[in-house]
């Protein structure tokens, strides 16, 4: 099996079609039946996002010359729209199930993470955006300007695979809330693990109920603490690769939302593509796992 898309595509489907999604009959619905299974979107919609084709009009043109061969029934763009935002609840257990697939699942070690998505830049978007039941006014901390838009929180394994994720309302939780939440109502792994994050995660507090969750924090010293020269700053540049890697390889910076629900299935989308792209690269024992090189021509 090579290393491109057809072969990614492939496995993708045969494995989503058997053991994650198997074709069941359903109870006809009113209007036209879809032309695409559930397992056939999410491959012709991880598709998409490897290939940086952000606009979904400008997909379905290009589409039919890249993956017609593999899938010759595509959608109209409307339909297609409308199957994808129906199916975020699938995408979401989708891009877990590749994640518990790889190997480092099972090491006994988190990264974690959270960035800024920013989905307007005028008082008039703000007013007038159907993202406002999300969306909210945060403070880039690594930018050092204001943004309106939503906080992405990640947890990934060592090799950046996404096992568990949220979005949020910056003014309603912080990064700790954000980070406990995940951690009380997710599976981030097999058992208590290490979660390497950065100094916005300091805190007795964060650190006691991260401690009571079976998990332990492990960030860089404060200037007010004495230097940890045992901390692992590499682990903390992987994280940033991987947030680099979503919103400017994977188009996450260029999302186009304008609806909570299309933002949230853009986002699975994207952490699927994600998952689907490192969990293939264990599959045919690439040199670098996270590498989307293979995958985007």
């Given at each position: ?85 129906s199916l975020a609840h699938v995408m979401l257990p989708v891009a877990v199930w590749l994640a518990r697939a790889t190997p480092t699942w099972w090491e006994r ?41 939503v906080k992405l929180m990640l947890i990934t394994t060592a090799d950046g695979a996404v096992a568990a994720f949220s979005l949020a309302n910056p003014k309603e ?85 304008r609806t909570t629900e299309g933002l949230w299935a853009r986002t699975c989308q994207r952490i699927l593509a994600l998952n689907a792209a490192i969990w293939h ?17």
């Open positions: 099996m090579t290393n491109n898309l057809d072969a990614l595509l492939t496995a993708l489907y045969v494995h989503l079609d058997d053991h994650v999604l198997p074709s069941a009959p359903q109870r006809r619905k009113p209007g036209r039946p879809r032309l695409l299974t559930d397992a056939e979107l999410v491959c012709v919609a991880v598709a998409q996002v490897l290939l940086r084709c952000d606009d979904e009009r400008r997909w379905l043109r290009v589409a039919p010359g890249r993956i017609g061969h593999l899938f010759p029934r595509l959608p109209c763009q409307s339909q297609y729209n409308r199957h994808l935002r070690l988190r990264l974690m993470d959270g960035t800024p998505v920013r989905c307007g830049a005028s008082r008039v978007t703000v007013n007038r955006s159907g993202l406002g039941e999300m969306a909210g006014y945060g403070r880039d901390a690594s930018h050092h300007c204001f943004y309106w838009g939780l912080d990064e700790r809330k954000q980070a406990l939440h995940l951690a009380h109502t997710r599976q981030i792994a097999p058992g208590p693990v290490p979660l390497v994050c950065d100094k916005g995660f300091a805190g007795a507090g964060i650190q006691a109920a991260m401690a009571a969750a079976g998990h332990t924090i492990v960030r860089p010293a404060l200037r007010s603490e004495p230097e940890d020269p045992t901390f692992p700053g590499w682990l903390r540049q992987r994280i940033e690769a991987v947030i680099w890697t979503l919103k400017n390889q994977l188009g996450l910076e260029r999302h186009n939302a690269n264990w599959l045919i024992d690439a040199p670098v796992k996270r590498s989307l090189t293979a995958y985007d021509h």
